[in-house]
């Protein structure tokens, strides 16, 4: 980690499960994502994240987990007993330089154990790819292995955040640049309006079936909320990609928060949890500090716990100490990037079938 004498914060499991007790009476979405920053390594006494999901759920939580797959290998036995709806998976890259260029300190071997031990053991896999400029190339054996084992592979724009704007202009690449040549290819096609059932209730998405099942989605950055409640005059409109309330995200130190870049609407979680009626004051805590009716954003959000203050991967642009991920610059602690160690070699592919 950045400080060796810094101590990672976990979300404590009771707060974790008072906090979905709460939101469910304030008449929040009945779903929570154990998340960022990396979710396995979470811990509490004998206590690991499958156990953690598994309370969550016995909650009447729907329970997804988003990962690096760095932990899978062991993990997935005991994750597929837990019910989880969704396990997504951050996969940005099939080359093993690449993959340690891209995430600081992953190994590529141990990464592809983690997917296959997820697969065997049945585990609702889901992957999530950030699309960076020049390193696309390998797009079509992803959505070979999408299609052979009837996956879902979701194409993710860069995200800009406070200090990663002169990186990201140059590694930016619109989503459908990649996809209309795997189309034209044959590899993909375009689903038809309404083909694809229930919407998350969210942004809007382009779907793209592989030819036995599987399933490419962009979502749709245009269909982001941007007007609702602080949105209306807010600087970051011009370059927010996910809107207000896709997420109410929650910090290991029970800090929330439905917006992803300001800070300024944070607010604590502690006194709301410690008051007589958690569910009104969360309610109206909500209310005063959005200016927006609480239904009007519980509604729409999903839980997200931020279950961890840290993270084994740093995840960034290739040949640069610079880093994609959303959560730097608030305190939280990750492995550094290192020049050295982030120089790009030509491909060279791991076998993934």
């Known amino acids: 980690m950045n400080d060796a004498t810094t101590k990672m914060d976990y979300l404590p499991l009771f707060q974790a499960l008072r906090l979905a007790d709460c939101w469910r009476a304030a008449g929040g979405r009945p779903e929570v994502e154990v998340a960022a920053l990396e979710p396995t390594l979470w811990r509490e006494g004998d206590k690991d994240v499958a156990d953690l999901a598994r309370e969550l759920a016995a909650c009447g939580m ?42 600081a300190t992953g190994d590529y071997v141990t990464f592809i154990d983690g997917v296959h031990a997820a697969l065997a053991a049945g585990l609702p896999l889901s992957i999530n790819r950030v699309l960076i400029g020049g390193l696309c190339d390998d797009l079509p054996e992803h959505v070979a292995f999408v299609d052979k084992y009837r996956l879902r592979l979701k194409l993710l724009d860069l995200y800009e955040t406070m200090d990663n704007a002169r990186e990201r202009q140059a590694h930016y690449v619109e989503p459908m640049a990649v996809v209309r040549p795997l189309v034209r290819a044959g590899l993909l096609r375009e689903s038809r309006l309404g083909e694809d059932g229930v919407e998350d209730g969210r942004r809007g998405r382009r779907r793209f079936h592989t030819k036995h099942g599987g399933l490419v989605e962009i979502k749709c950055s245009e269909t982001a909320r941007l007007n609702v409640g602080p949105c209306a005059n807010c600087s970051y409109r011009n370059h927010c990609l996910e809107g207000l309330a896709d997420y109410f995200r929650v910090t290991p130190d029970l800090r929330g928060n ?37 239904d009007a954003l519980l509604n729409r959000a999903a839980l997200r ?7 084994n991967f740093n995840c960034g642009f290739p ?8 959560k730097q ?9 290192r020049p050295e160690a982030v120089q790009i070699t030509p491909p060279m592919r791991l076998e993934v079938a």
């Open 62 to 103: 729907a329970v997804s987990m988003t990962t690096n797959g760095s932990r899978l290998a062991r993990l997935s036995p005991r994750l597929a007993q837990v019910g989880l709806s969704r396990l997504r998976l951050s996969w940005h890259t099939l080359d093993a330089e690449r993959f340690r260029a891209l995430t």
């Open 329 to 337: 610059g608030q305190n939280f602690l990750f492995p550094p990037r």
């Open 319 to 326: 040949a640069s100490t610079t880093s994609w991920c959303l």
């Open 258 to 294: 439905f917006c992803y870049r300001r800070a300024d609407l944070e607010f604590s979680l502690a006194p709301i949890l410690a008051s007589p009626d958690p569910a009104a004051a969360l309610r109206q805590t909500i209310r005063s500090q959005f200016g927006v009716e609480p």
């Open 305 to 311: 716990y931020i279950v961890t203050s840290g993270c």
